[in-house]
Nanobody, 119 residues
Framework: QVPLVESGGGLVQAGGSLRLSCAAS????????MAWYRQAPGKEREFVAL????????YYADSVKGRFTISRDNAKNTVYLQMNSLKPEDTAVYYC????????????WGQGTQVTVSS
């Protein structure tokens, strides 16, 4: 069983919106800090956003600040990434990751969902 499964990716025009979801299973979701990362073709994986397990504090990469919003629903074991005002440079495979109690390492990664933004 895959602990993290992303969904919601797709093709959207520049300026549009998408909401990504990451459903967790088989783990105590509320004890995990959750994050979104992305990897564009030919580039290294980069941090996008994070929401902590204990207070729900959020952090964002400068490139997405003000456009993306990370949130979580512990009752549904799901973390979301609302992406607005999308740009072609947001095109990437988006991955969610889980870190038990926010330690430096991520315990689980999802398989990724493709987001393509056309100009």
């Amino acid at each position: 069983q895959v602990p993290l499964v992303e969904s919601g990716g797709g093709l959207v025009q520049a300026g549009g919106s998408l909401r990504l979801s990451c459903a967790a299973s088989g783990l105590t979701f509320s004890s995990y800090t959750m994050a979104w990362y992305r990897q564009a073709p030919g580039k290294e994986r980069e941090f996008v956003a994070l929401i902590t397990w204990i207070s729900g504090t959020t952090y964002y990469a400068d490139s997405v600040k003000g456009r993306f919003t990370i949130s979580r629903d512990n009752a549904k074991n799901t973390v979301y990434l609302q992406m607005n005002s999308l740009k072609p440079e947001d095109t990437a495979v988006y991955y969610c990751a889980a870190s038990l109690r926010g330690t430096s390492d991520y315990n689980y990664w999802g398989q990724g969902t493709q987001v393509t933004v056309s100009s």
